[in-house]
């Protein structure tokens, strides 16, 4: 017999909110397993659960030892970039996608996006890079979504549909906990391979 509509939504949302655990109390190994949280009526074995995203990566990321930083690539305000300058800046990426190592560390902020596209249009002529790029923690986004949505506009930028790292760009004084989330969000949505953080002293870490 299928259980009772109002008994399934309730499975429904106690076994969502098992499986939703906070990470952080994950990680400390304090959060309570799915057998631990008694269903009302509809036991998991009962209630269709659609099957969890596959993360992008199935084995652990190595990367290349060093790399290239694409901040001077579209950074008119440090740099003084200027757009005449991209045929020599593919001459550079096309040396390095010649690699089997080669690695190029770009960000949303490097150039406000410009960087990122020039590794896209790069990759399409000369191959695939490893590539890093990173989120702006500005102060008003302070929510877990838009570290995804950040990550989303950046692979899109990059004509990707995953990075090889995503990171944080620096610290916010006020949301570092909800990057977490994002990061894992963004992991779990199988957009980036791994995850890490930039600028970060170990006070920052442990916020």
């Not at 009302?40 to 030892?65: G, I, R, Y």
């Not at 695939?128 to 570290?147: E, G, H, I, N």
């Not at 970060?200 to 442990?206: V, W």
């Amino acid at each position: 017999m299928k259980p009772a509509l109002p008994a399934l939504l309730l499975g429904l949302l106690a076994s969502t909110a098992a499986l939703n655990v906070n990470r952080r109390d994950a990680l400390k190994g304090t959060t309570a397993s799915v057998a631990q949280i008694a269903l009302p009526t509809a036991s998991l074995a009962q209630v269709a659960m659609p099957a969890p995203a596959v993360a992008a990566a199935s084995e652990k990321l190595a990367l290349p030892k060093m790399g290239i930083g694409a901040w001077a690539w579209g950074d008119s305000l440090f740099w003084g970039y200027d757009p005449k300058e991209d045929e020599e800046l593919e001459k550079v990426f096309s040396f390095v996608a010649a690699r089997k190592d080669g690695f190029v560390d770009t960000a949303e902020l490097y150039g406000i996006g410009r960087s990122e596209s020039l590794v896209g249009q790069f990759e399409k002529r000369h191959g695939r890079v490893t590539v890093a790029s990173k989120f702006a923690a500005l102060p008003w986004r302070t929510s877990r979504d838009a570290v995804v949505k950040a990550c989303e506009a950046s692979l899109k930028r990059l004509g990707r549909d995953s990075m090889e790292l995503y990171q944080i760009h620096f610290p916010n004084a006020w949301a570092n906990e909800a990057y977490w989330d994002g990061l894992g969000d963004c992991y779990d949505r199988g957009l980036v391979k791994a995850v890490g953080v930039s600028n970060y002293g170990s006070g920052a870490g442990r916020a």
